[in-house]
């Protein structure tokens, strides 16, 4: 088959594949990267679609908008602090990344890209044929002065990174808006998990020190529910209008049963509640997960405690070999996803793992066999 180049640079994601092997009976994951069924309201939500419905009648299924639904457009807009006309409601989040990169990658531009990076970002980018400028993070996030002289687009996750739950501090947020300004770079800030945080609110988004070249990318996956396949952008007119005519030719609109539904969700006031409860949830399964790792791993196993989000990384000692560590793992009957596919550059040995979909009672039996795995690994690897 005569295929474009685009297609060439596609890839499987390894997460899925993973998954698969994490889905055999008996195997404890905590390889996942999605929310716990439990958080979705299902009650509010059949009841929403009911009003959707009765209220919009075959409008609701009817062909609608590109920009999305008014009542959701202004919920964005009022939390961003942009009027309605500077948000576009996406198919999740991820649309957001693909659109970014329709009209703004051609081939061989340069793109910064935080290491290691959302592993579902790079491969929305990969078709465009960028060249990665990885630049190295600690757990304020990437480190500013590792900011090449040169990029046209800079992927950032400012808010509990995935893969590793840092959080860009407020003054690295200000010195990425400048040095984008500087370079004549679009920011593409990814914030999934922002409003999942443990502690204090993360700091205000890069997107308020540079809004005339960010893209902010939002969603309501994390807070309601994946399946709506609801998300958004916030963006500057001009980049607005390059996004609508990229999203029209891609998919004409959005979902708009699913916007009408929650659009009745906001209106009747469900989703601060509905956030407190993700908030509240999440953190008990992280601390669960915390306590159980520092119980069981080696010091020499590293990580720092998530202060929101959905995940937590742990670093190995150099030299450890985690697609070794994960096949014990398995044997054991634990799954995790190996570091080495989120970064776009060099790696070093890592494993994301999470707490949101497991069991709150299985958190600490994944952990033990996690740490047997290890412990096995390391008298294979002496031997
Ligand atoms: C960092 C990040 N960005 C974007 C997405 C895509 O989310 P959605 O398309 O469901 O909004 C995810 C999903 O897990 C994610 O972790």
Redesign the pocket.
């Known amino acids: 088959m005569r295929f474009s180049k685009a297609r060439a640079r596609m890839q499987s994601s390894l997460i899925r594949e993973l998954l698969k092997l994490a889905s055999c009976p008996g195997v404890l994951s905590l390889a996942g990267?999605i929310p716990a069924p439990e958080l979705f309201p299902m009650e509010a939500l059949q009841k929403a679609t009911e009003r959707a419905l009765s209220r919009h009648g075959p409008a609701a299924l009817q062909y609608s908008p590109t920009e999305g639904h008014p009542v959701l457009r202004r919920w964005v807009a009022e939390r961003l602090g942009v009027g309605e006309e500077q948000v576009l409601i996406t198919s999740?989040?991820?649309?957001v990344?693909d659109l970014v990169a329709r009209v703004i990658l051609d081939e061989g531009d340069p793109v910064v890209v935080e290491s290691p990076t959302?592993m579902?970002?790079l491969l929305a980018m990969n078709p465009y044929g960028p060249v990665y400028r990885p630049v190295p993070a600690d757990e304020a996030g990437l480190l500013p002065e590792a900011l090449p002289e040169a990029a046209k687009l800079a992927y950032v996750?400012p808010n509990f990174?995935?893969p590793t739950a840092a959080v860009l501090s407020e003054e690295r947020r200000k010195t990425v808006a400048d040095w984008a300004r500087e370079v004549g770079a679009v920011v593409l800030e990814?914030d999934?998990?922002g409003h999942i945080y443990f502690e204090a609110p993360p700091p205000p988004p890069v997107f308020r020190h540079a809004p005339e070249r960010t893209v902010y990318?939002g969603?309501f996956?994390k807070l309601v529910a994946?399946g709506l396949?609801i998300?958004y952008a916030v963006a500057s007119p001009e980049l607005m209008e390059a996004l609508v005519q990229a999203k029209q030719a891609v998919d004409l609109h959005t979902n708009i049963l699913g916007q009408a539904i929650l659009a009745e969700l906001i209106e009747a006031g469900e989703l601060e509640p509905q956030a407190e409860w993700v908030r509240a949830f999440y953190r008990r399964r992280r601390d669960r997960m915390v306590a159980a790792l520092k119980a069981q791993m080696p010091e020499e196993v590293r990580f720092q405690v998530p202060s929101g989000g959905m995940f937590l990384w742990l670093r190995f000692p150099e030299g450890t070999d985690t697609r070794r560590l994960l096949e014990l793992a398995l044997e054991e009957g634990v799954a995790f996803v190996p570091g080495d596919p989120f970064f776009a550059g060099e790696a070093y040995p890592a494993a994301r793992l999470t707490f949101a979909s497991v069991p709150e009672d299985a958190i600490e039996e994944g952990v033990r066999r996690l740490a047997r795995a290890y412990d096995r690994y390391l008298e294979h690897a002496v031997a």
């Open positions: 990267g999740g989040s991820q649309q990344l959302y579902g970002g996750l990174q995935n990814d999934p998990y990318a969603t996956s994946p396949r998300g």
